[in-house]
């Protein structure tokens, strides 16, 4: 014998809501204010076309600790060079040195 039951579901749902990862808003410096041969902290640009720097400005390296508490918090970042929108890791960071030319 068979047990009827409605079609309409009771309880609680079979899935749980995944909750997102916080993401932080950097300021990055413009092109025209990077310096050819300095050395900035910051990412390389995801984009395999562009491949250039995104470098974080002195602001935004002053309130790196603020992510603590968030353990590694997504970055996103609009890259000045090619227009492309990313997100980065805050922890992947990196201090590179700036060329006119692309690394690849």
């Given at each position: 014998?068979?047990?009827?039951?409605?079609?309409?579901?009771?309880?609680?749902?079979?899935?749980?809501?995944?909750?997102?990862?916080?993401?932080?808003?950097?300021?990055?410096?413009?092109?025209?204010?990077?310096?050819?041969?300095?050395?900035?902290?910051?990412?390389l640009?995801?984009?395999?076309?562009?491949?250039?720097l995104?470098?974080?400005?002195?602001?935004?390296?002053?309130?790196?600790?603020?992510?603590?508490?968030?353990?590694?918090?997504?970055?996103?970042?609009?890259?000045?060079?090619?227009?492309?929108?990313?997100?980065?890791?805050?922890?992947?960071?990196?201090?590179?040195?700036?060329?006119?030319?692309?690394?690849?």
């Amino acid at each position: 014998m068979a047990i009827k039951r409605t079609h309409k579901g009771r309880g609680t749902p079979a899935r749980k809501s995944a909750t997102t990862a916080p993401i932080r808003h950097v300021e990055i410096l413009r092109v025209a204010e990077l310096v050819q041969n300095q050395t900035y902290t910051g990412w390389l640009c995801k984009n395999r076309s562009c491949g250039r720097l995104l470098a974080l400005t002195p602001a935004s390296l002053a309130g790196a600790g603020s992510g603590a508490e968030f353990g590694d918090p997504l970055t996103a970042i609009h890259c000045p060079h090619c227009g492309e929108e990313d997100l980065y890791r805050f922890s992947a960071r990196t201090d590179i040195v700036y060329t006119t030319t692309s690394p690849g």
